[in-house]
């Protein structure tokens, strides 16, 4: 009988108790671990990358960065990609950034990044590609692949924090660059956010702008989990840019999610798609300061019904169909890229030209700016085009002048004969 009375609250609170351990609730502890069979440890994942560049020097290369900021040390690996490795710094060609692992608990981004290095030695291959016009796209493309941006976060996550995304001194990699650096949101969270103590404050965002002032990339690709998502500029507005280089940049988003999202996938500005603004992000800053023509983040995976607490279920597939199926589907979206992005590029130059011809003030800054900017972005000799745009100014100034004088001419001629004619004044 005094069981049947036993009052309520008092065993849920006694439940309640039992469910807290070291400070974390059931729902914590019990969160989905990290699935060893499917998932490389950051070490094993490093080992697996250098024996993959090992055995094709003739396509990889491999070299790390390291920096330290009040004792605190970063280091990033850094892949590049060219087909004939002699020719590596060839800067005639084009050019594409991809970073991985910038937040540390979205592990199936690095493992992206590793399926994604396999395929460019050829040691695997995209179901349903044509691996004779695959070679013959990559022979013209030069690709620095990131495969783990925030090392020191990824190894609090492998020692049980598997809900953190920022650095090992508790800084958002992806909140402390340049751009509308450090303003907070009403809804502001330090433990997902903390921008730091200043714009590039962090080592790992010291090295990685270092790496995209040297390449110089066409295309930069800052690659997340949590959804499934599309994104181009801007993350601190909840618009897009204007002009023919943003109608480039959704053109190209929208035939990805239809080829290889199947519609799924959210296309637009990541601050209009997401719901928030994000300030101080790489993907602005590579937009707006680097002058990227072309700039994304993408969005592979998210898990909509699982608990937030349970980060690595939410952010990683844990079941080895879905898992493959990922990699598979933006192996894809990013051959994709491979093939068409440089013509998407040039037919926005082009279309830019004809438009602008008619609303600049001289032939003089019609060629300074459109093929001085080729110049710069496609590596072409910039002396060899001074002497091409001085031939090109002369040219077309004695078009200009011949045409003129023939229109005169005409016009006199035509004056005169429709005229009668006028006895002199004395």
Same mark, same amino acid.
């Given at each position: 009988?005094?069981?049947?009375?036993?009052?309520?609250?008092?065993?849920?609170?006694?439940?309640?108790?039992?469910?807290?351990?070291?400070?974390?609730?059931?729902?914590?502890?019990?969160?989905?671990?990290?699935?060893?069979?499917?998932?490389?440890?950051?070490?094993?994942?490093?080992?697996?990358?250098?024996?993959?560049?090992?055995?094709?020097?003739?396509?990889?290369?491999?070299?790390?960065?390291?920096?330290?900021?009040?004792?605190?040390?970063?280091?990033?690996?850094?892949?590049?990609?060219?087909?004939?490795?002699?020719?590596?710094?060839?800067?005639?060609?084009?050019?594409?950034?991809?970073?991985?692992?910038? @937040? $540390?608990?979205?592990?199936?981004?690095?493992?992206?990044? =590793?399926?994604? %290095?396999?395929? +460019?030695?050829?040691?695997? /291959?995209?179901?349903?590609?044509?691996?004779?016009?695959?070679?013959?796209?990559?022979?013209?493309?030069?690709?620095?692949?990131?495969?783990?941006?925030?090392?020191?976060?990824?190894?609090?996550?492998?020692?049980?924090?598997?809900?953190?995304?920022?650095?090992?001194?508790?800084?958002?990699?992806?909140?402390?660059?340049?751009?509308?650096?450090?303003?907070?949101?009403?809804?502001?969270?330090?433990?997902?956010?903390?921008?730091?103590?200043?714009?590039?404050?962090?080592?790992?965002?010291?090295?990685?702008?270092?790496?995209?002032?040297?390449?110089?990339?066409?295309?930069?690709?800052?690659?997340?989990?949590?959804?499934?998502?599309?994104?181009?500029?801007?993350?601190?507005?909840?618009?897009?840019? @204007? $002009?023919?280089?943003?109608?480039?940049?959704?053109?190209? =988003?929208?035939? %990805?999610?239809? +080829?290889?999202?199947?519609? /799924?996938?959210?296309?637009?500005?990541?601050?209009?798609?997401?719901?928030?603004?994000?300030?101080?992000?790489?993907?602005?800053?590579?937009?707006?300061?680097?002058?990227?023509?072309?700039?994304?983040?993408?969005?592979?995976?998210?898990?909509?019904?699982?608990?937030?607490?349970?980060?690595?279920?939410?952010?990683?597939?844990?079941?080895?169909?879905?898992?493959?199926?990922?990699?598979?589907?933006?192996?894809?979206?990013?051959?994709?890229?491979?093939?068409?992005?440089?013509?998407?590029?040039?037919?926005?130059?082009?279309?830019?030209?004809?438009?602008?011809?008619?609303?600049?003030?001289?032939?003089?800054?019609?060629?300074?700016?459109?093929?001085?900017?080729?110049?710069?972005?496609?590596?072409?000799?910039?002396?060899?085009?001074?002497?091409?745009?001085?031939?090109?100014?002369?040219?077309?100034? +004695?078009?200009?002048?011949?045409?003129?004088?023939?229109?005169?001419?005409?016009?006199?001629?035509?004056?005169?004969?429709?005229?009668?004619?006028?006895?002199?004044?004395?």
């Amino acid at each position: 009988m005094g069981f049947r009375y036993f009052p309520l609250s008092l065993l849920f609170s006694f439940l309640q108790l039992l469910l807290i351990v070291n400070g974390r609730n059931l729902s914590e502890s019990s969160s989905t671990p990290i699935n060893q069979d499917l998932y490389h440890s950051s070490d094993a994942l490093e080992e697996q990358i250098r024996d993959l560049v090992s055995r094709h020097p003739n396509k990889l290369r491999i070299e790390t960065i390291k920096t330290q900021n009040q004792g605190y040390l970063a280091e990033i690996s850094v892949v590049t990609y060219s087909h004939y490795n002699n020719e590596i710094d060839n800067k005639s060609k084009f050019r594409i950034l991809l970073s991985f692992g910038q @937040h $540390g608990r979205e592990l199936i981004t690095t493992e992206l990044a =590793l399926r994604l %290095l396999s395929i +460019l030695s050829e040691e695997q /291959r995209i179901p349903n590609s044509d691996p004779v016009f695959l070679k013959r796209t990559l022979d013209n493309l030069v690709i620095k692949v990131v495969p783990m941006e925030n090392l020191n976060g990824r190894k609090l996550v492998e020692a049980g924090d598997l809900c953190e995304r920022r650095n090992g001194r508790g800084v958002d990699l992806n909140r402390n660059w340049s751009v509308d650096w450090g303003k907070k949101e009403k809804d502001y969270d330090p433990y997902e956010e903390n921008p730091g103590s200043g714009p590039f404050s962090e080592p790992e965002t010291q090295i990685m702008r270092k790496i995209s002032q040297s390449f110089d990339p066409h295309v930069w690709i800052n690659v997340h989990s949590g959804m499934e998502a599309l994104f181009m500029p801007y993350d601190h507005r909840n618009t897009t840019p @204007h $002009g023919l280089a943003s109608h480039a940049m959704r053109s190209l =988003l929208e035939n %990805l999610n239809d +080829l290889h999202c199947q519609g /799924r996938c959210l296309v637009g500005s990541g601050g209009g798609s997401v719901g928030y603004l994000a300030h101080g992000t790489a993907t602005d800053y590579m937009y707006e300061v680097a002058k990227v023509p072309m700039t994304f983040t993408f969005e592979i995976y998210g898990d909509t019904d699982a608990s937030s607490k349970d980060c690595f279920k939410m952010f990683n597939p844990t079941d080895t169909i879905t898992f493959n199926r990922v990699l598979n589907d933006w192996c894809g979206a990013f051959f994709t890229i491979f093939k068409t992005a440089k013509w998407r590029l040039d037919e926005t130059y082009s279309n830019a030209s004809i438009e602008n011809v008619g609303k600049l003030e001289s032939i003089d800054e019609y060629l300074e700016g459109y093929l001085m900017e080729r110049s710069s972005r496609y590596g072409k000799r910039t002396e060899v085009l001074e002497l091409g745009m001085q031939e090109i100014r002369t040219y077309f100034r +004695l078009f200009l002048l011949s045409s003129v004088l023939l229109m005169f001419m005409f016009c006199s001629r035509i004056s005169k004969s429709k005229c009668p004619s006028i006895r002199p004044l004395v």
